[in-house]
Nanobody, 130 residues
């Protein structure tokens, strides 16, 4: 059974950093693409960053323009965990953050932009405020 559990959210001041974790169970991270999404009150869900499953050519990543250069997604297979390192946080980053997983072989940008993921975690609140 595929399970995803997010942790690491909280309250942080503007300019600060947080690292979200997504603990995965029931599948191998090598064979699933992982996405990080967020949804703020009154706004649509946004694909923040996605990491493709491993292929013969390696792995690829996608970042939304709004977080490019500030957020970094990474995978630790030994810990069955995917991370989202968030630096230089802004008040507009405030949202519930979700991780998601899917085994499909397709373009990671399409998966991220259109939220083409089957399995979802419960979410973790991130609040950026002084």
């Amino acid at each position: 059974q595929v399970q995803l559990v997010e942790s690491g959210g909280g309250l942080v001041q503007p300019g600060g950093s947080l690292r979200l974790s997504c603990a995965a169970s029931g599948f191998s991270l090598n064979y699933y693409s992982i996405g990080w999404f967020r949804q703020a009150p009154g706004k649509e869900r946004e694909g923040v960053s996605c990491l493709s499953r491993i292929s013969s050519s390696g792995s690829s990543t996608y970042y939304a323009d709004s977080v490019k250069g500030r957020f970094t997604v990474s995978r630790d297979n030994a810990k069955h965990t995917v991370y989202l390192q968030m630096n230089s946080l802004k008040p507009e980053d405030t949202a519930v953050y979700y991780c998601a997983a899917d085994p499909r072989f397709t373009t990671i940008q399409d998966m991220c932009v259109h939220a083409q993921f089957t399995y979802w975690g419960q979410g973790s609140q991130v609040t950026v405020s002084s």
